[in-house]
């Protein structure tokens, strides 16, 4: 059996608190244009660096909260990827695990807010605010700056989001409501956005289509300014901004048991090609909705124990029971956790215990369904996603997770109707999504390093 001995020590603890400082957006000089490249920090929610961060919280209750939040939003993916007829379909998320700062407007205007591949429309706080949730920093003043410019209601631009109707002015109003019936309401607007790149450089986009928000409300944090929306659709900053940066954009995320102080990192444009030795490339998916970013996964390797896919529904024959084949995964930067429609799990989940050979102890927190106390040495066995032409080897701290001091789980939970390739999954990846070329590649990184 393929596999790596772990003692106790060997997976750190989980320490969200390490993602690095914001770097400010420079005001030196500004590239516009096309075919450009540059990066930008990504600041965990937990970070010290974060204004999500409580630092009275313990380690190990930022990792409770992670791991909640990963649920909820695991419940927001399978309500949105409900069929039309659902009223559901119009849900959204308004969380994430990363914050990205951005500056808007002209003279420019800094916010900082999640950054979510799960989301499409970009919006913030505007002034004069209706009815706003309370906002530690300053909210954008639209009237101060000299680009911005609101979208007609018939415009093709006002089509591209769901729930808009015409404002009184001949303007485009916006609604976007949430799975915990938190909700934006605003205007739609084009703007320039000026993005801070890690090279000292700052990167301007003219006529990026985003919502001032002037009536929001809900469960929102008074910490953030909004979210910043990476999704597939075409409302997204992502296709907003393609034609400038070719399409592509990759991230490097940092492992939570990671102990280094830097920021995790999302490059784009010329910056975000993956290539050299040890690259996997997978098609995404055409589905629907756009949003998400869906892959062909078609099974794990255990140790040398390979699992193909099967529906416990379905018929037995002679060799065994009928493979389902493949399942239609969402990868996501914002789950924590990895999600496998609840057969499939249940297959992986005893494809690990069998070669674990320790007794499995209940979680205490009542969440993840296969975890081991760490008083002895583990052997963790090699685990490998098979996506559609793409071997991805995961690494023990991709698959497990210590939930307390002496307690270790496994990183993945079953799912009704619904399956999400998390971020404890991908970190120490480097991720590349090429929009043009319509594929999703991996390639093993130390994302430490500069």
């Not at 093709?156 to 915990?180: L, P």
């Not at 991805?392 to 990183?411: E, G, Q, Y």
Request: aromatic share 10%; net charge positive; charged share 15%.
């Amino acid at each position: 059996m393929a596999s790596i001995v772990m003692a106790l020590r060997s997976i750190l603890p989980i320490a969200f608190a390490t993602i690095g400082c914001i770097s400010s957006l420079s005001l030196l000089p500004v590239i516009e244009g096309n075919n450009i490249g540059f990066s930008v920090d990504l600041i965990h929610r937990d970070s010290p660096a974060s204004p999500f961060y409580i630092s009275s919280l313990t380690h190990f209750d930022r990792v409770s909260n992670a791991l909640q939040r990963s649920f909820d939003r695991a419940k927001y993916f399978t309500l949105t990827s409900t069929p039309p007829k659902s009223a559901s379909t119009d849900v959204i998320s308004n969380d994430g695990e990363y914050l990205m700062k951005i500056g808007i407007g002209t003279p420019q205007f800094n916010i900082l807010a999640i950054a979510d591949t799960g989301s499409d429309l970009t919006w913030t706080q505007c002034r004069p605010c209706k009815n706003c949730f309370k906002q530690k920093a300053s909210l954008f003043n639209p009237k101060g700056s000299s680009t911005y410019k609101e979208v007609p209601c018939h415009s093709r631009q006002c089509q591209t989001i769901a729930k808009t109707s015409c404002h009184n002015n001949g303007s485009c109003a916006y609604s976007m409501s949430y799975g915990d019936r938190s909700y934006s309401r605003g205007i739609l607007a084009k703007e320039k956005v000026t993005l801070g790149s890690t090279d000292g450089r700052s990167v301007s986009l003219s006529g990026i289509i985003f919502g001032c928000g002037y009536d929001n409300g809900g469960t929102f944090l008074g910490n953030g300014s909004g979210i910043i929306g990476l999704g597939g659709g075409r409302a997204s900053m992502i296709y907003q901004m393609s034609p400038s940066i070719g399409g592509k954009f990759s991230y490097c995320l940092l492992p939570i048991s990671s102990q280094s102080i830097k920021a995790s990192k999302m490059h784009f444009g010329d910056n975000a090609i993956v290539s050299g030795n040890r690259v996997v490339s997978t098609p995404m998916l055409g589905k629907s909705p756009s949003t998400f970013y869906f892959l062909k996964l078609e099974g794990f390797t255990v140790g040398s124990q390979k699992l193909r896919f099967y529906d416990s529904s379905s018929s037995k024959n002679a060799s065994g029971p009928t493979l389902k084949g493949k399942i239609e995964i969402i990868i996501d930067s914002g789950t924590t956790l990895t999600y496998l429609p609840s057969d499939f799990y249940s297959q992986l989940e005893a494809a690990v215990k069998s070669q674990i050979r320790l007794k499995p102890i209940p979680d205490p927190q009542n969440r993840l369904n296969l975890c081991y106390g760490m008083r002895n040495n583990i052997t963790i066995p090699l685990i490998t996603a098979h996506f559609a032409g793409a071997d991805v080897n995961l690494n023990p701290f991709n698959t497990f997770i210590r939930t307390r001091s002496d307690i270790l789980c496994l990183a993945f939970a079953p799912a009704k109707n619904i399956a999400i390739y998390g971020n404890v999954a991908q970190m120490n990846f480097l991720i590349g999504y090429d929009l043009t070329e319509r594929t999703v590649s991996f390639k093993p990184t130390n994302c430490a390093r500069p």
